[in-house]
């Protein structure tokens, strides 16, 4: 079978291979950095009063530094907050009320797993995760505040701190691409020298099917293909599962700022056990946003049986099963904000555009 990146996609109706080193196949940072001013409306750009947690003035009233505005006393005020040059002009009782002061601080999370090496449409779904980063990174650097990045693969991991200026986005965008690359060669690797063991039938956790060559003919390396099978019973094994994702999210707590917010492009692949305890724990301290990475083969799969990979890495033969919105009404119930994103070149974009990183 074709390694996991090589893939079919599909361009103006016409179903093809993929070929290394094109857009659909890998992060560029040249197109990372052209993101800044090409998806999204430009943000007002802001200068940080301090370049520290609490220099960023937030939505949300509360108790800050910056006086939001100055009115008239009702019951319940803080009399502590009375305005003495108000109250004296006017001779009624003014109090102020102030700004709370948060730290615009995102860690981004790049999730280039093997499970997001594939598409069978438009990008990878890791290139469309990357880029989705990409757009909301700029964001928040235009707007004074600062990012990180997160990037996991089978192999290791890339971690740039949470910094403020154009230049660490820069550096992210140069991760990014450094990181997919390595990836892609992780995975090649392991789909071409990977021992094929037989396995038992595979525990069910994860959203997203990996397919193992869509379209695509095996390779003549790879013996001839069992009989079918009944639908979810496992054949081989070609590899190891990756690090669930819930380890992946525990890492980012531990790596971003207080105040700061985790985001991560993820297709909720091989969530392992206690993921929605994770998402709780992590929701309850910070903002947690999952740019939930979809094909239209997991929004509408087809009727008939395909041979395919599953999320853990077990080749399997039956119907792909659809995604699981339960899940992610489950997310969402336990404070994390889910956006779904495409892997066509606009999936996504009106649900960023409207997305607010504070």
């Known amino acids: 079978m074709a390694p996991p990146f090589a893939v079919g996609v599909r361009a103006g109706g016409m179903s093809h291979a993929a070929s290394p080193g094109s857009p659909a196949t890998e992060v560029r940072f040249d197109d990372l950095v052209a993101l800044r001013h090409g998806s999204l409306p430009r ?63 995102a860690l981004l999370v790049a999730d280039f797993r093997r499970p997001m090496l594939w598409a069978t449409r438009g990008r990878l779904r890791s290139v469309a995760g990357a880029a989705a980063l990409a757009v909301l990174g700029w964001r928040i650097i235009d707007a004074g505040g600062k990012v990180g990045l997160l990037a996991v693969r089978e192999g290791g ?36 020298g990977g021992p094929r063991i037989a396995t038992a039938a595979p525990a069910r956790g994860g959203l997203g099917p990996l397919l193992a060559a869509f379209g695509a003919r095996p390779r003549p390396s790879d013996s001839s293909p069992a009989p079918a099978a009944p639908l979810g019973e496992a054949r081989t094994q070609r590899h190891a599962p990756p690090e669930p994702l819930h380890a992946v999210l525990e890492r980012a707590a531990r790596l971003v700022p207080r105040g700061g917010a985790i985001v991560c492009a993820t297709g909720l692949d091989t969530p392992g056990e206690g993921f929605e305890a994770v998402v709780g724990s992590i929701a309850r301290r910070r903002r947690l946003v999952l740019l939930l990475v979809r094909d239209a083969l997991e929004t509408a799969p087809p009727a008939r049986r395909l041979t395919y990979y599953g999320d853990d890495g077990l080749v399997l033969d039956g119907r792909i099963p659809a995604a699981d919105d339960a899940r992610v009404a489950v997310l969402r119930a336990l404070g994390a904000t889910v956006v779904p994103i495409g892997t066509h070149a606009d999936g996504g974009a009106d649900d960023l555009a409207a997305l607010e990183i504070a």
Not at 158 to 186: F, K, N, S, Y
């Open 43 to 105: 943000q007002r750009m802001a200068i940080p009063s301090v370049l520290r947690p609490g220099g960023f003035a937030g939505r949300r009233r509360g108790h800050g530094l910056d006086i939001h505005d100055v009115r008239h006393f009702v019951d319940g005020d803080d009399l502590r907050h009375a305005d003495p040059a108000a109250t004296a002009r006017t001779g009624r009782l003014h109090v102020r009320t102030f700004h709370e002061e948060r730290d615009r601080a």
């Open 157 to 192: 991991l890339d971690h740039i701190a949470v910094r403020p200026r154009e230049r660490t986005m820069m550096q992210v965008a140069g991760a990014l691409e450094a990181g997919h690359a390595r990836a892609l060669a992780e995975a090649q690797a392991a789909a071409e």
